[in-house]
Nanobody, 123 residues
Framework: QLQLVESGGGLVQPGRSLRLSCTFSGFTLDYYFISWLRQAPGKEREGVSCISNGMTNYADSVKGRFTMSRDVAKNVVYLQMNSLEPEDTAVYYC??????????????????WGQGTQVTVSS
């Protein structure tokens, strides 16, 4: 059974940093990719980043500010978020889909989701 659990959200001031964690079980990144997605109130869900076996990619809105990484031994992926902006305020989810590589964002299909963690960027 695929399971994912996010942690690390919270309230942070603009310009500061935050790191989210996604602990997963029931699968490996050899056969699945993991994405971070976010949804702000009144807005559509947005893909933020994706990691597969050795490769990562990012949405243009976070490129250069966010970094996704993984700890294979701990079955955790991270989203390091720097230079946060109020526009980054959203519920952040991690989700897993079957595949060796991250598909283009519009083609990603997910088999399991975490419960989400709130990130609020405000002074």
């Amino acid at each position: 059974q695929l399971q994912l659990v996010e942690s690390g959200g919270g309230l942070v001031q603009p310009g500061r940093s935050l790191r989210l964690s996604c602990t997963f079980s029931g699968f490996t990144l050899d056969y699945y990719f993991i994405s971070w997605l976010r949804q702000a109130p009144g807005k559509e869900r947005e893909g933020v980043s994706c990691i597969s076996n050795g490769m990562t990619n990012y949405a243009d809105s976070v490129k250069g500010r966010f970094t996704m990484s993984r700890d294979v031994a701990k079955n955790v992926v991270y989203l390091q978020m720097n230079s946060l902006e109020p526009e980054d305020t959203a519920v952040y989810y991690c989700a897993a889909g079957e595949g060796h590589r991250c598909p283009p964002a519009t083609e990603r299909r997910f088999d399991s989701w975490g419960q989400g963690t709130q990130v609020t960027v405000s002074s």
